[in-house]
Protein backbone atom coordinates (compact mmCIF):
# COMPACT_ATOMS: atom_id res chain seq x y z
CA UNK A 1 0.00 0.00 0.00
CA UNK A 2 1.19 3.46 -0.85
CA UNK A 3 1.54 6.48 1.36
CA UNK A 4 -1.42 8.01 -0.53
CA UNK A 5 -3.56 4.91 0.25
CA UNK A 6 -2.47 4.58 3.27
CA UNK A 7 -3.10 8.39 4.37
CA UNK A 8 -7.04 7.54 2.78
CA UNK A 9 -7.56 4.53 4.98
CA UNK A 10 -6.38 6.48 7.85
CA UNK A 11 -8.67 9.31 7.25
CA UNK A 12 -11.72 6.63 6.40
CA UNK A 13 -10.90 5.52 9.88
CA UNK A 14 -11.01 8.21 11.74
CA UNK A 15 -14.19 9.71 9.83
CA UNK A 16 -15.94 6.71 10.74
CA UNK A 17 -14.90 7.17 14.20
CA UNK A 18 -15.82 10.63 14.98
CA UNK A 19 -19.00 9.93 13.36
CA UNK A 20 -19.53 7.18 15.78
CA UNK A 21 -18.29 9.50 18.87
CA UNK A 22 -21.03 12.28 17.79
CA UNK A 23 -23.52 9.65 17.22
CA UNK A 24 -22.66 8.10 20.84
CA UNK A 25 -22.33 11.35 22.61
CA UNK A 26 -25.86 12.52 21.23
CA UNK A 27 -27.47 9.14 22.60
CA UNK A 28 -25.96 9.61 25.97
CA UNK A 29 -28.68 11.01 28.43
CA UNK A 30 -28.21 14.36 29.82
CA UNK A 31 -27.65 14.80 33.39
CA UNK A 32 -30.61 17.00 34.49
CA UNK A 33 -30.30 19.64 37.70
CA UNK A 34 -32.73 22.01 37.83
CA UNK A 35 -32.62 25.49 40.43
CA UNK A 36 -35.70 26.48 41.62
CA UNK A 37 -35.08 30.39 43.94
CA UNK A 38 -38.32 29.77 46.07
CA UNK A 39 -39.99 33.49 45.65
CA UNK A 40 -36.99 34.25 43.30
CA UNK A 41 -38.51 37.13 40.76
CA UNK A 42 -36.26 39.35 38.31
CA UNK A 43 -35.79 42.25 41.18
CA UNK A 44 -34.60 39.28 43.50
CA UNK A 45 -32.15 38.62 40.89
CA UNK A 46 -31.16 41.91 40.22
CA UNK A 47 -30.97 42.87 44.02
CA UNK A 48 -28.85 39.76 44.60
CA UNK A 49 -26.40 40.75 41.50
CA UNK A 50 -25.53 44.66 41.89
CA UNK A 51 -24.57 43.62 45.96
CA UNK A 52 -22.71 41.36 44.35
CA UNK A 53 -20.22 43.46 42.92
CA UNK A 54 -23.10 44.01 39.84
CA UNK A 55 -22.49 40.32 38.96
CA UNK A 56 -24.30 36.67 38.70
CA UNK A 57 -23.65 33.19 37.67
CA UNK A 58 -26.58 33.76 35.47
CA UNK A 59 -24.46 35.78 33.36
CA UNK A 60 -23.25 31.89 32.12
CA UNK A 61 -27.01 30.50 30.54
CA UNK A 62 -27.06 30.13 27.05
CA UNK A 63 -31.06 30.71 27.09
CA UNK A 64 -33.82 32.91 29.10
CA UNK A 65 -37.68 32.38 29.08
CA UNK A 66 -40.35 33.87 31.01
CA UNK A 67 -42.87 31.27 32.73
CA UNK A 68 -46.18 32.28 33.75
CA UNK A 69 -46.87 30.86 37.56
CA UNK A 70 -50.67 31.31 38.09
CA UNK A 71 -52.71 28.09 39.91
CA UNK A 72 -55.40 26.36 38.78
CA UNK A 73 -57.88 29.21 38.96
CA UNK A 74 -55.73 31.73 41.61
CA UNK A 75 -53.65 34.85 39.94
CA UNK A 76 -51.86 34.42 43.00
CA UNK A 77 -50.05 31.26 43.38
CA UNK A 78 -48.26 29.65 46.38
CA UNK A 79 -45.17 26.91 46.13
CA UNK A 80 -47.42 23.96 46.37
CA UNK A 81 -49.17 24.87 43.17
CA UNK A 82 -46.08 26.11 41.13
CA UNK A 83 -43.98 23.24 42.45
CA UNK A 84 -46.65 20.92 41.06
CA UNK A 85 -46.83 22.54 37.82
CA UNK A 86 -42.94 22.31 37.69
CA UNK A 87 -42.78 19.06 38.70
CA UNK A 88 -45.59 17.06 37.77
CA UNK A 89 -46.74 19.49 34.46
CA UNK A 90 -50.56 20.37 35.79
CA UNK A 91 -52.46 23.26 37.23
CA UNK A 92 -53.88 22.77 40.63
CA UNK A 93 -55.19 24.97 43.86
CA UNK A 94 -52.93 26.75 46.05
CA UNK A 95 -51.74 24.15 49.11
CA UNK A 96 -52.27 21.18 47.08
CA UNK A 97 -49.59 19.11 45.69
CA UNK A 98 -48.96 16.68 43.09
CA UNK A 99 -52.48 16.27 42.65
CA UNK A 100 -54.84 18.29 40.39
CA UNK A 101 -58.15 19.98 40.41
CA UNK A 102 -60.14 16.72 39.55
CA UNK A 103 -58.31 14.85 42.27
CA UNK A 104 -56.00 13.38 40.05
CA UNK A 105 -52.76 12.18 41.25
CA UNK A 106 -49.90 13.14 38.88
CA UNK A 107 -46.17 11.06 38.31
CA UNK A 108 -43.81 13.62 38.71
CA UNK A 109 -40.55 14.19 36.66
CA UNK A 110 -38.44 12.82 39.31
CA UNK A 111 -40.71 9.91 39.12
CA UNK A 112 -40.28 9.56 35.41
CA UNK A 113 -36.90 10.35 35.14
CA UNK A 114 -36.07 7.23 38.22
CA UNK A 115 -38.12 4.91 36.39
CA UNK A 116 -36.03 5.33 32.96
CA UNK A 117 -33.19 4.38 35.47
CA UNK A 118 -31.77 7.95 36.62
CA UNK A 119 -30.24 8.72 40.01
CA UNK A 120 -32.44 11.09 41.86
CA UNK A 121 -31.74 13.59 44.29
CA UNK A 122 -33.65 16.68 45.97
CA UNK A 123 -31.61 19.13 48.35
CA UNK A 124 -33.20 22.07 49.76
CA UNK A 125 -32.51 24.95 52.31
CA UNK A 126 -36.04 24.44 54.05
CA UNK A 127 -37.10 21.37 55.48
CA UNK A 128 -37.27 18.08 52.51
CA UNK A 129 -41.25 17.83 53.58
CA UNK A 130 -41.57 21.48 52.67
CA UNK A 131 -44.61 22.28 49.50
CA UNK A 132 -41.38 23.26 46.99
CA UNK A 133 -39.05 19.59 47.42
CA UNK A 134 -42.28 17.98 48.04
CA UNK A 135 -43.55 18.62 45.01
CA UNK A 136 -41.25 16.13 43.63
CA UNK A 137 -42.26 12.60 45.41
CA UNK A 138 -45.41 13.73 47.08
CA UNK A 139 -49.34 13.72 46.64
CA UNK A 140 -51.44 15.50 49.11
CA UNK A 141 -54.33 17.67 49.30
CA UNK A 142 -52.61 19.76 52.13
CA UNK A 143 -48.88 20.63 52.16
CA UNK A 144 -49.48 21.71 56.04
CA UNK A 145 -49.61 17.39 55.76
CA UNK A 146 -46.11 17.64 56.62
CA UNK A 147 -45.67 13.98 58.72
CA UNK A 148 -47.80 12.43 56.15
CA UNK A 149 -45.28 14.17 53.33
CA UNK A 150 -42.28 12.67 55.23
CA UNK A 151 -44.27 9.00 55.38
CA UNK A 152 -44.38 9.45 51.60
CA UNK A 153 -40.87 10.07 50.97
CA UNK A 154 -39.88 7.26 53.17
CA UNK A 155 -41.37 5.25 51.26
CA UNK A 156 -39.77 6.67 47.90
CA UNK A 157 -36.66 5.54 46.10
CA UNK A 158 -35.04 9.23 46.01
CA UNK A 159 -31.58 8.56 46.10
CA UNK A 160 -30.55 11.16 47.45
CA UNK A 161 -31.96 14.18 50.09
CA UNK A 162 -30.32 16.72 52.34
CA UNK A 163 -32.75 19.25 53.84
CA UNK A 164 -34.36 20.18 57.60
CA UNK A 165 -37.23 18.71 59.11
CA UNK A 166 -35.99 15.40 60.58
CA UNK A 167 -38.44 15.74 63.34
CA UNK A 168 -41.87 14.97 60.92
CA UNK A 169 -39.16 11.63 60.82
CA UNK A 170 -39.16 11.03 64.39
CA UNK A 171 -41.20 13.18 66.18
CA UNK A 172 -44.64 11.94 65.08
CA UNK A 173 -47.91 11.53 66.28
CA UNK A 174 -47.95 7.78 64.92
CA UNK A 175 -44.86 7.11 66.75
CA UNK A 176 -43.15 6.00 64.21
CA UNK A 177 -39.57 6.26 63.91
CA UNK A 178 -38.80 7.15 59.69
CA UNK A 179 -35.75 6.93 59.70
CA UNK A 180 -35.44 3.29 61.42
CA UNK A 181 -37.94 2.33 58.99
CA UNK A 182 -35.43 3.74 55.64
CA UNK A 183 -33.12 0.21 55.91
CA UNK A 184 -32.52 1.19 52.21
CA UNK A 185 -30.67 4.62 52.95
CA UNK A 186 -27.81 5.46 55.24
CA UNK A 187 -28.48 8.56 57.17
CA UNK A 188 -25.73 11.03 57.70
CA UNK A 189 -25.84 13.82 60.40
CA UNK A 190 -22.62 16.28 59.35
CA UNK A 191 -20.95 17.49 56.35
CA UNK A 192 -18.13 15.32 56.92
CA UNK A 193 -20.21 12.47 57.19
CA UNK A 194 -21.35 12.84 54.23
CA UNK A 195 -18.69 13.47 52.32
CA UNK A 196 -17.27 9.99 53.53
CA UNK A 197 -20.49 7.93 52.92
CA UNK A 198 -20.02 5.70 49.83
CA UNK A 199 -23.68 4.67 50.50
CA UNK A 200 -25.93 4.19 47.50
CA UNK A 201 -28.64 6.11 49.20
CA UNK A 202 -28.26 8.63 51.30
CA UNK A 203 -30.24 11.09 53.46
CA UNK A 204 -29.31 14.09 55.33
CA UNK A 205 -31.17 15.67 57.51
CA UNK A 206 -29.72 19.01 58.24
CA UNK A 207 -32.60 20.65 60.88
CA UNK A 208 -35.07 19.09 63.79
CA UNK A 209 -37.65 21.81 62.06
CA UNK A 210 -36.84 24.35 59.08
CA UNK A 211 -33.24 25.59 58.91
CA UNK A 212 -32.20 28.79 60.32
CA UNK A 213 -31.52 31.91 57.35
CA UNK A 214 -28.65 31.78 56.03
CA UNK A 215 -27.15 35.32 57.87
CA UNK A 216 -28.17 33.37 61.18
CA UNK A 217 -25.77 30.97 60.64
CA UNK A 218 -27.45 27.77 58.49
CA UNK A 219 -25.06 25.04 57.62
CA UNK A 220 -23.74 23.41 55.90
CA UNK A 221 -23.31 25.94 52.69
CA UNK A 222 -25.55 24.59 49.73
CA UNK A 223 -22.92 25.44 47.72
CA UNK A 224 -21.02 22.38 49.36
CA UNK A 225 -24.13 20.01 50.01
CA UNK A 226 -24.35 20.52 45.94
CA UNK A 227 -20.63 19.87 45.46
CA UNK A 228 -20.64 16.63 47.58
CA UNK A 229 -24.13 16.08 45.85
CA UNK A 230 -22.76 15.80 42.54
CA UNK A 231 -19.35 13.90 43.15
CA UNK A 232 -21.87 11.28 44.81
CA UNK A 233 -23.94 11.50 41.00
CA UNK A 234 -21.43 11.32 38.97
CA UNK A 235 -19.65 8.08 40.95
CA UNK A 236 -22.98 6.37 40.32
CA UNK A 237 -21.81 6.57 36.38
CA UNK A 238 -26.15 6.51 35.32
CA UNK A 239 -27.33 9.83 34.13
CA UNK A 240 -29.23 11.94 37.15
CA UNK A 241 -32.03 14.39 37.74
CA UNK A 242 -31.80 16.72 40.31
CA UNK A 243 -33.65 19.18 41.98
CA UNK A 244 -31.93 21.94 44.25
CA UNK A 245 -34.27 24.83 45.62
CA UNK A 246 -33.00 28.01 47.28
CA UNK A 247 -36.04 27.75 49.64
CA UNK A 248 -35.45 30.79 51.40
CA UNK A 249 -35.11 34.01 49.02
CA UNK A 250 -39.18 33.40 49.33
CA UNK A 251 -38.57 34.06 52.98
CA UNK A 252 -37.24 37.48 52.89
CA UNK A 253 -39.52 38.36 50.84
CA UNK A 254 -42.47 37.61 52.77
CA UNK A 255 -40.50 38.94 55.90
CA UNK A 256 -39.88 42.42 53.35
CA UNK A 257 -36.08 42.01 54.20
CA UNK A 258 -34.19 43.02 51.54
CA UNK A 259 -31.16 42.00 53.24
CA UNK A 260 -32.31 38.76 54.43
CA UNK A 261 -33.66 38.59 50.22
CA UNK A 262 -29.65 39.40 49.35
CA UNK A 263 -27.95 36.69 51.70
CA UNK A 264 -30.36 34.00 50.56
CA UNK A 265 -29.78 35.09 46.78
CA UNK A 266 -25.70 35.42 47.14
CA UNK A 267 -25.78 31.69 48.41
CA UNK A 268 -27.74 30.15 45.43
CA UNK A 269 -25.82 32.53 42.97
CA UNK A 270 -22.28 30.56 44.35
CA UNK A 271 -24.66 27.26 43.87
CA UNK A 272 -25.83 28.32 40.58
CA UNK A 273 -21.83 28.68 39.75
CA UNK A 274 -21.01 25.67 41.15
CA UNK A 275 -23.33 23.41 38.74
CA UNK A 276 -22.31 25.44 36.05
CA UNK A 277 -19.21 24.81 36.59
CA UNK A 278 -19.92 21.35 36.96
CA UNK A 279 -22.31 21.07 33.67
CA UNK A 280 -19.16 22.55 31.30
CA UNK A 281 -16.70 20.19 32.58
CA UNK A 282 -18.46 17.51 32.12
CA UNK A 283 -20.69 18.45 29.51
CA UNK A 284 -24.19 17.05 28.82
CA UNK A 285 -25.73 18.07 31.63
CA UNK A 286 -29.03 19.82 30.82
CA UNK A 287 -29.22 22.76 33.98
CA UNK A 288 -32.33 24.95 34.58
CA UNK A 289 -32.93 27.58 36.87
CA UNK A 290 -36.06 28.87 37.62
CA UNK A 291 -38.47 30.59 40.59
CA UNK A 292 -42.03 29.30 41.52
CA UNK A 293 -43.41 32.89 41.94
CA UNK A 294 -42.08 36.25 42.79
CA UNK A 295 -42.55 37.08 46.53
CA UNK A 296 -42.96 40.71 48.11
CA UNK A 297 -43.62 42.52 45.35
CA UNK A 298 -40.04 43.44 45.46
CA UNK A 299 -39.07 46.41 43.69
CA UNK A 300 -35.47 48.20 43.74
CA UNK A 301 -36.03 51.76 44.70
CA UNK A 302 -32.62 53.29 45.21
CA UNK A 303 -28.94 52.37 45.88
CA UNK A 304 -25.36 52.58 45.01
CA UNK A 305 -23.92 50.56 42.04
CA UNK A 306 -20.31 51.53 43.38
CA UNK A 307 -21.20 50.64 46.35
CA UNK A 308 -22.88 46.98 46.02
CA UNK A 309 -26.16 48.50 47.96
CA UNK A 310 -29.56 48.01 46.95
CA UNK A 311 -32.90 49.89 48.80
CA UNK A 312 -35.88 47.84 48.29
CA UNK A 313 -39.39 48.29 48.59
CA UNK A 314 -42.41 46.22 48.85
CA UNK A 315 -45.81 45.59 47.50
CA UNK A 316 -46.62 42.99 49.65
CA UNK A 317 -46.25 40.32 52.46
CA UNK A 318 -47.58 37.57 50.04
CA UNK A 319 -46.46 36.48 46.87
CA UNK A 320 -47.04 38.23 43.30
CA UNK A 321 -48.14 37.36 40.16
CA UNK A 322 -45.61 38.32 37.86
CA UNK A 323 -43.72 36.26 35.46
CA UNK A 324 -40.82 34.79 36.60
CA UNK A 325 -37.28 34.03 34.66
CA UNK A 326 -36.49 30.69 33.22
CA UNK A 327 -32.21 30.63 32.52
CA UNK A 328 -30.98 27.29 30.95
CA UNK A 329 -27.88 25.64 29.76
CA UNK A 330 -26.86 22.35 28.05
CA UNK A 331 -28.69 19.83 25.55
CA UNK A 332 -31.69 21.22 25.14
CA UNK A 333 -31.57 24.54 26.33
CA UNK A 334 -33.09 26.19 23.58
CA UNK A 335 -36.37 24.89 24.16
CA UNK A 336 -36.45 26.97 27.50
CA UNK A 337 -36.83 29.95 25.46
CA UNK A 338 -39.40 32.36 25.10
CA UNK A 339 -42.84 32.47 27.54
CA UNK A 340 -44.70 29.81 28.36
CA UNK A 341 -47.05 28.42 31.57
CA UNK A 342 -45.26 27.03 34.51
CA UNK A 343 -46.21 23.32 33.03
CA UNK A 344 -44.54 23.49 30.12
CA UNK A 345 -41.16 23.31 31.92
CA UNK A 346 -42.22 20.03 32.82
CA UNK A 347 -42.79 19.28 29.41
CA UNK A 348 -39.74 20.48 28.10
CA UNK A 349 -37.57 18.33 30.86
CA UNK A 350 -39.79 15.14 29.62
CA UNK A 351 -38.83 16.02 25.87
CA UNK A 352 -35.07 15.65 27.23
CA UNK A 353 -35.94 12.43 28.98
CA UNK A 354 -38.01 10.56 25.90
CA UNK A 355 -35.62 12.40 23.13
CA UNK A 356 -32.66 10.68 25.19
CA UNK A 357 -34.43 7.04 25.57
CA UNK A 358 -35.92 6.47 21.91
MG1 LIG B 1 -40.08 26.38 48.66
ZN1 LIG C 1 -43.88 32.14 49.96
Redesign the pocket.
Known amino acids: MDSKSKFMRTLLFSIAFLTLQTFLGQDKTPNIILM?G??MGLSQISAGMYANDNSTALEGFEYVGLSKTHALNQLITD?AAS?TAMACGVKTLNGVIGIDGRNNKHISILELYKEKGYATGLL?T?SIA????ASFYAKVHSRRQYEDIALQLSEHNVDLFVGGGKDFFLEREDKRNLIDEMTQHTFVNNLEEFKKSSADKIGFLTYGEEPPPKRLGRAPALEDIVETSLQKMKAKETPFFMMI?G?QI?WGGHDNDTDYIISEFQEFNLTIQKVLDYAKANGNTLVIVTA?HETGGFAITGGSLKRSRVKGSFNSKGHSATMVPVFSYGPNSDLFAGIYENTAIFDKMLITLKGATE
Open positions: IDGSGASHATPESDD
